[in-house]
Structures are given as C-alpha cells and as structure tokens.
C-alpha cells in the first residue's frame, strides 16, 4: 500500500506517477498439512516499508527495510526455514535484497530485522570533475544491517562503486564494480570486491537495482 499514490489513465492502460510516500506491503504464508500429501504445517508474515526517490539533482536513493516471522510452526522442516544468504564471493547481487559479505547462512525461524539502501549519483558528483563527465561513469554508495537475535548476529556493511552503461544487443548493459566493506559481532571488519552486469528491463525500462 502507497498512501498518495498519483497515476494518470490512457487509453489501455494506467500509468503510475509515484508518491513522495513510501510503500508498506505485508505477505502471508501457510503450509497446509494433508493437501495434496503435505506434511508441514505452519505460518509465516514477512513486512516491510520500501521506497525511491530522487534528492535534488544529485541522484537516486532507495531503501528497503523489513521483518518477519512464524506466526506458528506445527511441522515446519528445514527447506521451510526463513534463509539469510550468504554473500557469493565475487558477484554484487542485488543489494536491496541481499547483503555483499555475510559470509554464513542463517536459517531464521524467529523475528529479524534487516535494511538495505542504494544511491546512485547518475553521474552529477563526478561530472563535476574536469575530463570524468566524458567517460559516462556514474558512482553509487549504499549499505545494510541484519540483526537476528535467535543467533545473536548482527551484521553491517556499506559499499561505493563505478557503473556506466553500454549498448548490448539493442538494451543496455550496465557494468558495475564495487568495494565492500562489512563488519559485526561475528566476524572481524574486512573489505572485498565485487563486480555487477545488469540489462535494462523492457517492461519498466529500469535495472533492478
């Protein structure tokens, strides 16, 4: 749900304008034992806030801040559990989704919290640097937070990277290379790189993060 959600109608379709709001969502699972020869038995709710926006002209900030947990768990087996994944160990995958250096996997059964965030300049603070605005290179700075007190893990990270996009196959292709650098209760500070392709998606004519 989006409070203040703006659209404008066309002819076949409704086009969404955005709102200066963020956008609440919830979702509810339930295992049903004894269908079609089920065996577990269980309810889960996930929720969160999520949100873009533009800050001036200085570029894009999103933001994804959620939550979950078992609202019971009858016969709930391990493929059920609620999984943080671990970071692979040179692709940047999507960071408001999932973390850059966690480096183990945490099979959640209670209540979390995790956060992601993303910015990126679309290139106005390097263009402002003499011979960069030519190469088309755009910086993005984000970070997250994971806080699962069943294990007593807490988890930090933040990131800066350089993207720029290419034309591929009539779409375009973005590049990205990134330093990472996490830390928490768990493990010692450390940093690492990372790399990222991506292809512009034709539906929503945006990448995925």
């Known amino acids: 749900y989006t409070p203040g959600q703006k659209y404008m109608r066309e002819k076949k379709r409704k086009v969404v304008l955005g709102s200066k709001w963020p956008t609440l969502y919830a979702n509810y699972e339930r295992g049903i034992p004894s269908l079609l020869g089920s065996d577990v038995d269980f309810e889960y709710l996930s929720y969160g806030v999520e949100q873009a926006f533009k800050i001036g002209t200085i570029g894009t900030t999103n933001y994804n801040v959620k939550s979950g947990f078992f609202l019971s768990a009858e016969a709930l087996y391990e493929p059920d559990f609620k999984y943080h994944r671990r970071s692979d160990p040179i692709w940047f995958s999507n960071p408001l989704q999932s973390f850059q250096g966690l480096d183990s996997s945490l099979p959640s059964r209670k209540n979390y919290l ?64 990134y330093a990472v650098a996490s830390d928490g209760n768990k493990i010692k500070p450390r940093t690492n790189f990372k790399v990222s392709f991506a292809l512009l998606s034709l539906r929503d004519m945006t990448f995925n993060f």
Do not use: C
């Open 114 to 177: 995790e956060g992601h965030f993303i910015h990126h300049d679309n290139s106005a603070i390097l263009n402002k640097i003499p011979f960069m605005k030519k190469t088309g290179v755009g910086m993005v700075v984000g970070g997250g937070f994971l806080l699962v007190p069943e294990f007593n893990w807490q988890h930090y990270e933040v990131f800066t990277g350089l993207e720029r996009n290419f034309k591929f196959s009539r779409r375009k292709l973005r590049i990205g290379v």
